[in-house]
């Protein structure tokens, strides 16, 4: 102890407690501040995606409510030491006001000492680390920790006012300065807690500039670019989604969008660190919707995105949309989804606003398959209807804006020992091919991408049928009894006359069967195989002559090939069986 009276009066009278005492006001009203942030203003943690995680789901909430439990009690237990020190002063009665002191110090002790117990207890590291590996992070978390932190801190420098029983008064400057010296860990804080929780530091993002309409070619050009496009191999099945004027690589990355006419990027959104987190792109869910001019994504544990086309600008995200499940999306190029009871529900893809709901089938439909998909301007329900002679294909034209019915048409598929089955596929050029095998052959519908249901095309066969490919055109392969070749013929888009038929009888068997089929404006291009080597061939379709051919070399690894057409090009896209591999080359 110090044998001078007048220096143990002058430490006694120090401000020091004071101004720690305002330092930690402040950090405990900062502290309160980010509280209230995280529980009421800033976006909540997407955990409702997975029911395995609740006690993740209330965890910012339970750090916040102790956090405010914690400042509530400092603050309160300050008022009353203060409040006797006041006393004191004015009143002289020394004895109940260290009373009140000393209860002061004890109590603070107890808080600090269950304050610490309750940061502890949260397990709040490992809850963390858990979050930001499985979901997108958000400013929930980090500003809920934050302000633990800061409470925890200022309720020890009020413990220090509290435990002093005389101290003097400092100058307004030293008063000011503490509290600048509080405002800084607060400011501090809540900038690392926004930075910890800003999900787009994760994010590689590149948009584009509009892009300029160019015509597809109108017969086989020469190879203008060759991509081969990397694939994690520890993530495979990538895949590709053709947009009109170019196509989009779909990977659990994310996505991005290459110019249709040179195979340049034009704009991407991609996730960094997919490996170290959950939050992926799921690539069979990508869809483009030509209609509209967007391209959905769906991530795991964050939800659905929609990217502008053309720019790649973000339209949208939700958590959520009117869907039993993913794989209800409607196939085609406008979004909507149908249910498992047949009702259709139509989102806007360019701001994710429902538009309608269409009520459940109630005609002799309602208890068979039902087919449903979307041309540039409406949406289709397709079933097969009735029994025998009278089996029909019934298609129900709604209204893309609306939902309101805008047409239906029966196509006779009469079937007396088989029921008819109904099979529907949308092609990249936006026709919608329906097909239905009957006892009498086959007949297959193909509705226009853009015309109504009355300009239906129907194409009915005693053999069986297909849509090879359909454009500008379309080829079709009848095939009938006794043909010792089978036929390609171009029909008409407007009214499905036979306008060519292809003179296949006069090249090589092995050139007459095909692994990928496109109509061009003036040809058929063909892509055959022999002895392991590939060919483009081609057809003339005003005359249906062969015309130049070319060899193509494509991955070994291939199991697919596909045509489509896109503006300023041909391409052919080729990938193995788990789109481990994929190349992309493109004609001009």
């Given at each position: 102890?110090?044998?001078?009276?007048?220096?143990?009066?002058?430490?006694s009278?120090?401000?020091?407690?004071?101004?720690?005492?305002?330092?930690?006001?402040?950090?405990?009203?900062?502290?309160?501040?980010?509280?209230l942030?995280?529980?009421?203003?800033?976006?909540?943690?997407?955990?409702?995606?997975?029911?395995?995680?609740?006690?993740?789901?209330?965890?910012?909430?339970?750090?916040?409510?102790?956090?405010?439990?914690?400042?509530?009690?400092?603050a309160?237990?300050?008022?009353v030491?203060?409040?006797?020190?006041v006393?004191?002063?004015?009143h002289?009665?020394?004895?109940r006001?260290?009373g009140?002191?000393?209860?002061?110090?004890?109590?603070?002790?107890?808080?600090?000492?269950?304050?610490?117990?309750?940061?502890?207890?949260?397990?709040?590291p490992?809850?963390?680390?858990?979050?930001?590996?499985t979901?997108a992070?958000?400013?929930?978390?980090?500003?809920?920790?934050?302000?633990?932190?800061?409470?925890?801190?200022?309720?020890?420098?009020?413990?220090?006012?509290?435990?002093?029983?005389?101290?003097?008064?400092?100058?307004?400057?030293?008063?000011?300065?503490?509290?600048?010296?509080?405002?800084?860990?607060?400011?501090?804080?809540?900038?690392?807690?926004?930075?910890?929780?800003?999900?787009?530091?994760?994010?590689?993002?590149?948009?584009a500039?509009?892009?300029?309409?160019?015509?597809?070619?109108?017969?086989?050009?020469?190879?203008?670019?060759?991509l081969?496009?990397?694939?994690?191999?520890?993530?495979?099945?990538?895949?590709?989604?053709?947009?009109?004027?170019?196509?989009?690589?779909?990977?659990?990355?994310?996505?991005?969008?290459?110019?249709?006419?040179?195979?340049?990027?034009?704009?991407?959104?991609?996730?960094l660190?997919?490996?170290?987190?959950?939050?992926?792109?799921?690539?069979?869910?990508t869809?483009?919707?030509?209609?509209?001019?967007?391209?959905l994504?769906?991530?795991?544990?964050?939800?659905?995105?929609?990217?502008?086309?053309?720019?790649?600008?973000?339209?949208?995200?939700?958590?959520?949309?009117?869907?039993?499940?993913?794989?209800?999306?409607?196939?085609?190029?406008?979004?909507?989804?149908?249910s498992?009871?047949?009702?259709?529900?139509?989102?806007?893809?360019?701001?994710?606003?429902?538009?309608?709901?269409?009520p459940?089938?109630?005609?002799?439909?309602?208890?068979t398959?039902?087919?449903?998909?979307?041309?540039?301007?409406?949406?289709?329900?397709?079933?097969?209807?009735?029994?025998?002679d009278?089996?029909?294909?019934?298609?129900?034209?709604?209204?893309?804006?609306?939902?309101e019915?805008?047409?239906?048409?029966?196509?006779?598929?009469?079937?007396?020992?088989?029921?008819?089955?109904?099979?529907?596929?949308?092609?990249?050029?936006?026709?919608?091919?329906?097909?239905?095998?009957?006892?009498?052959?086959?007949?297959?519908?193909?509705?226009?991408?853009?015309?109504?249901?009355?300009?239906?095309?129907?194409?009915?066969?005693?053999?069986?049928?297909?849509?090879?490919?359909?454009?500008?055109?379309?080829?079709?392969?009848?095939?009938?009894?006794?043909?010792?070749?089978?036929?390609?013929?171009?029909?008409?888009?407007?009214?499905?006359?036979?306008?060519?038929?292809?003179?296949?009888a006069?090249?090589?068997?092995?050139?007459?069967?095909?692994?990928?089929?496109?109509?061009?404006?003036?040809?058929?291009?063909?892509?055959?195989?022999q002895?392991?080597?590939?060919?483009?061939?081609?057809?003339?379709?005003?005359?249906?002559?062969?015309?130049?051919?070319?060899?193509?070399?494509v991955?070994s690894?291939?199991?697919?090939?596909?045509?489509t057409?896109?503006?300023?090009?041909?391409?052919?896209?080729?990938?193995?069986?788990?789109?481990?591999?994929?190349?992309?080359?493109?004609?001009?």
């Amino acid at each position: 102890m110090s044998s001078d009276p007048s220096i143990d009066r002058a430490r006694s009278r120090s401000p020091l407690p004071i101004l720690a005492g305002v330092v930690g006001a402040v950090l405990l009203v900062g502290g309160v501040a980010l509280a209230l942030y995280s529980q009421f203003f800033a976006a909540p943690i997407p955990v409702p995606f997975d029911d395995d995680y609740p006690k993740a789901r209330d965890f910012p909430f339970h750090l916040v409510r102790g956090t405010l439990l914690l400042a509530g009690t400092v603050a309160l237990i300050g008022a009353v030491v203060l409040g006797a020190a006041v006393l004191n002063r004015r009143h002289r009665v020394d004895e109940r006001t260290t009373g009140i002191t000393a209860g002061g110090v004890l109590a603070m002790v107890a808080v600090l000492i269950g304050g610490i117990a309750f940061a502890v207890t949260a397990h709040i590291p490992s809850t963390y680390q858990r979050l930001t590996s499985t979901f997108a992070v958000t400013p929930r978390v980090p500003s809920a920790i934050a302000a633990l932190v800061l409470v925890l801190l200022g309720a020890a420098l009020v413990f220090v006012l509290v435990a002093t029983p005389t101290v003097a008064r400092p100058r307004v400057a030293a008063l000011a300065t503490a509290v600048v010296v509080g405002v800084v860990p607060v400011l501090g804080a809540a900038g690392i807690a926004a930075r910890l929780g800003d999900d787009t530091t994760s994010i590689d993002r590149a948009t584009a500039g509009p892009g300029q309409e160019t015509a597809a070619p109108a017969v086989l050009g020469p190879e203008r670019f060759r991509l081969r496009l990397p694939v994690d191999p520890d993530q495979p099945n990538a895949r590709i989604i053709t947009t009109g004027n170019g196509f989009v690589v779909s990977t659990r990355d994310g996505v991005t969008s290459h110019d249709g006419a040179t195979g340049t990027e034009r704009w991407h959104y991609r996730r960094l660190g997919v490996r170290s987190d959950n939050v992926g792109n799921v690539p069979k869910e990508t869809v483009a919707l030509r209609g509209e001019n967007a391209v959905l994504t769906y991530w795991e544990k964050r939800g659905w995105l929609a990217f502008d086309t053309v720019t790649g600008e973000l339209l949208w995200t939700a958590t959520d949309l009117p869907a039993d499940d993913r794989g209800s999306i409607v196939r085609g190029n406008l979004l909507a989804f149908v249910s498992h009871y047949g009702t259709v529900t139509r989102v806007d893809a360019r701001t994710g606003r429902t538009l309608w709901t269409s009520p459940q089938e109630s005609s002799a439909c309602a208890g068979t398959v039902q087919h449903v998909v979307a041309t540039m301007t409406a949406i289709y329900r397709v079933a097969s209807c009735g029994h025998g002679d009278e089996t029909a294909v019934a298609v129900t034209e709604l209204d893309a804006e609306s939902g309101e019915i805008l047409g239906w048409r029966a196509f006779p598929a009469p079937s007396r020992r088989l029921p008819c089955y109904v099979e529907v596929q949308v092609l990249d050029s936006g026709y919608v091919w329906t097909t239905c095998r009957h006892d009498g052959g086959v007949t297959d519908v193909l509705l226009s991408p853009s015309a109504p249901l009355a300009s239906a095309l129907v194409v009915s066969s005693e053999g069986h049928s297909g849509v090879l490919a359909a454009g500008n055109d379309i080829l079709a392969s009848p095939s009938l009894p006794g043909d010792p070749v089978r036929r390609w013929e171009i029909l008409s888009a407007a009214d499905g006359t036979r306008t060519a038929e292809l003179d296949r009888a006069s090249v090589e068997e092995h050139a007459r069967f095909t692994y990928a089929t496109a109509v061009l404006a003036d040809q058929v291009v063909t892509v055959t195989r022999q002895h392991n080597a590939y060919t483009l061939r081609t057809w003339d379709k005003r005359t249906g002559l062969p015309g130049p051919a070319q060899p193509v070399t494509v991955p070994s690894e291939t199991a697919a090939l596909r045509w489509t057409t896109l503006g300023g090009s041909l391409v052919l896209i080729a990938t193995d069986r788990d789109y481990r591999e994929i190349e992309v080359i493109g004609f001009g």
